[in-house]
């Protein structure tokens, strides 16, 4: 049997709640660092728009990373250099990036990772887990294909990813919508299902691979059934027919194939998202209460322990 300790730790660790002892709140104070790709006029007001609701909760800043990201000295320095710069103002003594990236494996991600310390003026940093491992997303995904689907039983699904550079992020951005997939699958069950994930436009060979996967899908398009193309991504969105989505509709408008162009952003789920995530990386005050719920009660000693 466990013991109470381990009852109680295994619960607040269920809530998403990061426990720490007492006395870690009074030695430091967390800012989140919001770090989003740069995706274009429009984007970039929903991307705002969603990081400003999270900072009428929580200290946090936004900073904007693009493709054209170089480094340290790159033009995209002075949006994270400043977001850290904010957050000191706070009082902030520790930083949490929150990546506004669906997957780990997204290589601009990847470039911007090991360098974030450099903007933050000696606070430490440390990430939270990118989106793709949280359910919240899994139940925007579910929302996308229920506006589209009628009898799942009878329809073929296909998750649609973007920014590959390569083989191996390809395949390492597959296995985080393949994550998605499983979530989306334990509440329907289609006749088939796929992934596909685009590849940037300025990667090697990337027009004869998007040219390939056009082709794939318009082969599954093709058998019998009815497809349901759902876009599960972050992308580029300079205005309503400037974007990565309505690029996608272009290329598939003239087949018998469902699909809106929506795209993870905007969802409420997104802030639920960064509010858990806050919740989870900030440490415990003295004063803060716990709750411990208990579905049923056992035996007299149990329940009075």
Same mark, same amino acid.
């Given at each position: ?48 728009? #969603? ?6 909760? +929580? ?5 904007? @990373? ?9 033009? +995209? &320095? ?8 904010? #957050? ?7 930083? @949490? ?19 974030? /310390? ?10 939270? /887990? ?11 995904? #579910? ?16 998750? @649609? ?20 997939? &499983? ?52 992308? /580029? ?63 007299? /000693?149990?329940?009075?322990?």
């Amino acid at each position: 049997m466990f013991t109470q300790t381990k009852i109680v730790m295994g619960i607040l660790f269920i809530l998403g709640t990061s426990w720490m002892p007492a006395n870690a709140a009074s030695s430091s104070k967390v800012g989140f660092l919001v770090v989003a790709p740069d995706r274009g006029f429009l984007g970039n007001q929903e991307v705002r728009s #969603l990081v400003d609701e999270f900072k009428q909760a +929580y200290p946090a800043a936004l900073g904007l @990373v693009g493709k054209d990201y170089t480094g340290v000295d790159g033009e +995209y &320095a002075a949006y994270l250099t400043r977001a850290a710069q904010e #957050l000191k103002q706070t009082g902030a003594t520790e930083i @949490v990036a929150i990546p506004l990236f669906l997957s780990e494996a997204d290589p601009l991600l990847k470039r911007v990772v090991p360098l974030l /310390p450099a903007y933050t003026g000696g606070l430490p940093v440390r990430w939270a /887990p990118a989106m793709a491992h949280d359910y919240l997303i899994g139940q925007i995904v #579910l929302d996308r294909i229920a506006a589209l689907s009628e009898a799942p039983e009878s329809e073929r699904l296909i998750l @649609v990813g973007a920014g590959a550079t390569d083989e191996a992020s390809e395949k390492a951005l597959k296995a985080d919508l393949e994550q998605l997939l &499983a979530y989306v699958k334990r509440y329907k069950s289609f006749r088939e299902t796929d992934i596909v994930v685009y590849y940037d436009r300025e990667a090697e060979a990337a027009d004869q691979k998007n040219k390939d996967i056009k082709a794939h899908v318009l082969a599954q398009i093709a058998k019998h059934g009815r497809t349901l193309l759902v876009p599960v991504l972050i992308g /580029p969105k300079f205005d309503h027919s400037m974007s990565l989505t309505a690029w996608l509709d272009g290329q598939f408008k003239n087949t018998h194939v469902a699909y809106k162009p929506d795209e993870l952003l905007p969802h409420p789920n997104a802030l639920l998202w960064l509010k858990k995530t806050a919740n989870r990386e900030t440490p415990l005050a003295s004063s803060e209460i716990g709750v411990v719920i208990m579905p049923h009660g056992s035996t007299q /000693p149990w329940n009075d322990a």
